[in-house]
């Protein structure tokens, strides 16, 4: 199986940046490669439904964005590192949220965007103040 595990949540004041990291681990992600998995990153706040922010394809070359983080989120991915990146900037209160990635084998981010994946994280906390 493959495990995702979130890091680089934390508290920050309203106009800062943050990076998150999704690291994939498993000995062969079920027989496929980390590049044939897209990743995206979700956020669920408090009493509100799961919302979809970004995700990218298994190469790199495709990347979707919700409405309310263009120009403001950037998603990326090491494949060498197993590692998917969000890097936030220009943080909002507006953004506090448990933030997610799920990686899904079908290697598409469009599929993805749907919060249509095979493994889910366990999230990381991200607060901004002020």
Same mark, same amino acid.
């Not at 989120?73 to 590192?81: G, L, Q, V, W, Y």
């Not at 990146?85 to 990635?101: F, R």
């Not at 889910?120 to 906390?125: D, K, L």
């Given at each position: 199986? &493959?495990?995702?595990?979130?890091?680089?949540?934390?508290?920050?004041?309203?106009?800062?940046?943050?990076?998150?990291?999704? /690291?994939?681990?498993? =000995?062969?992600?079920?027989?496929?490669?980390?590049? *044939?998995? /897209? +990743?995206?990153?979700? =956020?669920?706040? %408090?009493?509100?439904? =799961?919302?979809? +922010?970004?995700?990218?394809?298994?190469?790199?070359?495709?990347?979707?964005?919700?409405?309310?983080?263009?120009?403001?989120?950037?998603?990326?991915?090491?494949?060498?590192?197993?590692? +998917?990146?969000?890097?936030?900037?220009?943080?909002? %209160?507006? #953004?506090?949220?448990?933030?997610?990635?799920?990686? #899904?084998?079908?290697?598409? /981010?469009? =599929?993805?965007?749907?919060?249509?994946? #095979?493994?889910?994280?366990?999230?990381?906390? +991200?607060? &901004? *103040?002020?």
């Amino acid at each position: 199986q &493959v495990q995702l595990v979130e890091s680089g949540g934390g508290l920050v004041q309203a106009g800062g940046s943050l990076r998150l990291s999704c /690291a994939a681990s498993g =000995r062969s992600f079920t027989g496929r490669s980390f590049s *044939s998995y /897209a +990743v995206g990153w979700f =956020r669920q706040a %408090p009493e509100k439904e =799961r919302e979809f +922010v970004a995700a990218i394809s298994g190469g790199g070359r495709s990347t979707y964005y919700a409405d309310s983080v263009k120009g403001q989120f950037t998603i990326s991915r090491d494949n060498a590192k197993n590692t +998917v990146y969000l890097q936030m900037n220009s943080l909002k %209160p507006e #953004d506090t949220a448990v933030y997610s990635c799920a990686a #899904d084998s079908s290697g598409s /981010a469009f =599929r993805i965007r749907l919060s249509k994946a #095979d493994y889910w994280g366990q999230g990381t906390q +991200v607060t &901004v *103040s002020s």
